[in-house]
């Protein structure tokens, strides 16, 4: 359950399954360790976004990134869907112009909106996850879609 | 409200996050601009695109692997962990070195105050020591002599010139395994020594001094209790317990010293040297042990354990040697006698 999350915003926030893996698989053992720190006034699954959240935007800011492998996303994808290959090309084509999209936002954005669109937090756990103002997060998130916007022009009905 | 602050506040008004005051205001705005209308729509695509992504999954295995890795710590951790981490570990090694330290602290006070014992006790045991020599003196009254006279010079060509001296410092006695209680004085060492200057040291030369006021009384009470078996006894307790205390300065050697002896006996011989050659096979036939042989001017000296069950067979035989005496003989003897003999 977790696992899923957790994974989920280090891909969408790395933009590799590898490093993916290491970060999310990083962030649970850190959870572990520092669970007698874990505070129960908070949710658990919002403990674990801040963890993930701090551990990807380091990563990020420290350049120790490897190389993103182009394509490697959506070829995990396809061996692992079961549907209609034609289906699967146009449903591949859409999220890799989303993934696309979504990495090329700035990391500050990037990180609202994987919260907020991919995860579904609350604002007022946004802002909590990320220790920012709430007004911030809401200006962020609003540039971030405005972004997804104009890029995923084509897309839109 | 400006088409600017409405379309700032759109993200927001999608997600009923604003105040009811703004989202009113934002909705009365949209109603009636067709811009910021569509604007809203294509936000609203957007994010329902952004729906649309299928949640990513955890590779198999993933839990697994976090699992595994959040079992055992590195060895570094753990190698930090056995050095500075929990008191647990910390507190027992640390009250087990404790003990330690006062485990040896004990050892070495057991051992210690025995030497400073036997250091405090050395002044005060070195006078028993010297009477020793004095009450060794009274089992042997015929020998006994006003202490230096000239006689000694020639003592020395057959006694062996160390032994007088040892015989004058208590402290040496130990060393030598020799009983000091019934060795013939012949010889003061102090005036008999030939140069002056190579007197001997401090400690031989005080005995005979602090001895020589005691030796009158001594001397008379020696005599007049020889016969007295009961006082013999006593003297030779005292002279046993005078040994027991006199070794001073090799403090440790007094502790497995030999016990003083048992019987003290002059024998009365024609021929000292066949004497002595039939004793030493009458010591052999009873199953005892010489210990000691000391030849002087006109005295041998012979020590030997004799066992008590056959103290008779060798009393009996001794007759049979020469005319002999007893000057002082312990009560109850040990199991092993230890018997001094004097050949004269």
Known sequence: ?157 | MTCHDTRESLSAFLDAALAPDERREVEAHVDGCAECRRELERLQQTVALLHRVEPARAPVGFVDRVAAAARPLPWYRRAAAAVFLPLSVKLPVEATALVMVALLAVYVFERTPALQEAAREQAPRQEPGAQLADESRQFEPSVRRPAPTQSAPPARSTAPEPRSQDRRDPSTYRDDSRPPVPVPAPAAPVPAEPPPAAAPPPVAATPPPAAKPEAPSETTVGRGARPETESRQESVGRAADSVRAAPAAPRLAAKRAQPPADVIARVAVKDRDAAEHELTRLIARVGGTATQRRREDDTTVLEALIPQARYAEFSQGLAQIGTWQVEAERGDLPAQVRVILRLQ
């Open chain 1, 1 to 157: 359950m977790y696992q899923h999350r957790v994974f989920g915003v280090a891909l969408r926030m790395l933009g590799n399954a590898a490093e993916a893996q290491e970060a999310a698989q990083e962030a649970f053992l850190r959870a572990h360790r520092g669970l007698a720190e874990f505070r129960g006034d908070a949710k658990l699954s919002t403990w674990l976004y801040a963890i993930t959240s701090r551990l990807c935007l380091k990563r990020l800011a420290s350049g120790e990134r490897r190389l993103v492998r182009q394509g490697e996303e959506a070829l995990l994808r396809l061996a692992d869907d079961g549907r209609r290959p034609d289906a699967v090309l146009e449903r591949s084509e859409l999220e890799a112009a989303l993934h696309r999209a979504i990495a090329e936002l700035p990391e500050g954005r990037r990180i609202v909106v994987v919260l907020r669109d991919l995860e579904g937090l609350t604002y007022e756990e946004i802002a909590q996850v990320l220790d920012l103002e709430l007004g911030t997060v809401r200006s962020r998130l609003h540039r971030a879609r405005a972004d997804l916007k104009d890029k995923l022009e084509r897309f839109l009905p």
